[in-house]
């Protein structure tokens, strides 16, 4: 495991155990941000380890 | 299970969002050990990730049923252009990316009709991904 999916895979379970703690606004309002930038993360992190394509059609104009 | 107060779960929370944003932030950095299938080395894998970020965009706004009439020249300029980058990513890629002169031109010419096309049709919509490498080639192309 690489040290960037090891970071993503203890903040998922951070963010788990922490949501038992969704007591306040400001508790929430945090967890609601750390889950969507967990998840913007997730995503990039996977398409980054997408293989190299070499066989894209080109590009269509447009009428 | 330890019961943490509310401070130390505050602190918890925010050490957990900078630890996002930091691995957000390196998430363009390829290393041996996280090259994608295929990639010859990091600079090849990095060219790729950036041809694939602004592809992805114009074939985006190939599609957006919200661009001006008048901005349709920008995008099939864009269109032109992202074949141009990608078609010269392979030559790189298949020569073994070890001269990238010709692959950087064509993704500064990428950035450029793509800044246009985003002057010309405001609404269209790009992430923060596209806009870091819009820049990074309009840079390239200054100097």
Redesign the interface.
């Known amino acids: 495991m ?1 040290p ?1 999916t090891a ?2 895979v ?2 998922g379970v ?2 788990g155990q ?1 949501k038992q ?1 969704e ?2 606004a ?2 929430a309002a ?2 609601k ?2 889950e969507a ?2 998840t ?2 997730l995503a ?2 996977e398409a ?7 066989t ?1 059609p ?5 009428a | 299970m330890v019961q943490l107060r509310y401070q130390q779960v505050r602190l918890l929370l925010l050490t957990t969002l900078a630890l996002i944003v930091s691995t957000a932030a390196c998430s363009h950095q390829y290393t041996k050990t996280n090259l994608p299938a295929g990639a010859i080395n990091s600079n090849d894998a990095q060219f790729y990730d950036d041809v694939a970020t602004l592809r992805g965009f114009v074939a985006g706004a190939t599609q957006n049923q919200d661009v001006p009439a008048q901005a349709k020249p920008y995008v099939n300029k864009a269109v032109t252009s992202a074949n141009a980058a990608y078609d010269a990513w392979k030559a790189y890629h298949s020569a073994g990316a070890n001269d990238s002169t010709a692959l950087t031109a064509a993704l500064v010419q990428l950035a450029g009709d793509i800044s246009s096309l985003i002057s010309a049709a405001p609404g269209v919509p790009y992430d923060a991904k596209t806009q870091a490498a819009i820049v990074k080639y309009q840079q390239k192309g200054a100097h």
């Open positions: 690489d960037q970071i993503l203890a903040v951070l963010i922490l703690y007591q306040t400001e508790i945090y967890l941000m750390a930038g967990y913007n993360a990039a992190h980054a380890k997408q293989k190299v394509d070499t894209l080109p590009l269509q104009p447009v």
